[in-house]
């Protein structure tokens, strides 16, 4: 049986493959038009389900999740205020 992390592990994975594929169709396609729109929509929602599920995988003791998740929590705000705003 897996835990609830490594399912949450799974998912964020899962998530960033989509985002990946999602931003790579977004440079491609040509701007303005639907499709980029679209893709540019998906991407949005995408990059906020990669936040939340980072989050709820980075519950790890205090020094390490610091160490390994303090910087990546800067980031992942700006990302959240740039896909809101």
Request: glycine content about 8%.
């Amino acid at each position: 049986m897996l835990s609830s992390r490594a399912v949450t592990a799974m998912a964020h994975v899962a998530v960033e493959s989509i985002a990946l594929a999602s931003g790579a169709a977004g440079l491609v396609l040509s701007k303005g038009r639907v499709g980029h729109r679209f893709v540019g929509r998906i991407y949005a929602v995408v990059i906020l389900l990669i936040n939340f599920t980072a989050l709820s995988i980075c519950h790890l003791p205090l020094n390490l999740a610091l160490f390994l998740c303090g910087p990546w929590r800067v980031s992942a705000r700006l990302s959240e205020a740039g896909v809101l705003s």
